[in-house]
Nanobody
């Protein structure tokens, strides 16, 4: 079993930054790909960013390219999402996810999910 706990969400103004963290516990040796997804009201959950176990490969959805950065610290079993220049369209519940697949960008490739953390961008 794997448990994922997100933190770092909140209410910020447009242009601000936030850093989300996701701490993994349990059988973390089975985890390869890690990702961040988000779900806005009335919309489907979508991938935001993903990273492989070694950190050399990353993926970003087009709307966040150049603004968000995913990283991981395997010694701490933690993955991060640095979000800069936030926009109102970034408002959503953000979910951390873990996969047994190295290069995972599809929701169906992730078997473990956190409870989500709310990010609201509003003036």
């Amino acid at each position: 079993q794997v448990q994922l706990v997100e933190s770092g969400g909140g209410l910020v103004q447009p242009g601000a930054s936030l850093r989300l963290s996701c701490a993994a516990s349990g059988q973390t040796n089975r985890l390869y790909g890690m990702g961040w997804f988000r779900q806005a009201p009335g919309k489907e959950r979508e991938v935001v960013a993903a990273i492989n176990r070694g950190g050399a490969w990353t993926y970003y959805a087009d709307p966040v390219k150049g603004r968000f950065t995913i990283s991981r610290d395997n010694a701490r079993n933690t993955v991060y999402l640095q979000m800069n220049n936030l926009k109102p369209d970034d408002t959503a519940v953000y979910y951390c996810a873990a996969s047994n697949v190295q290069y995972a960008i599809r929701r169906g490739q992730y078997g473990y999910w956190g409870q989500g953390t709310q990010v609201t961008v509003s003036s």
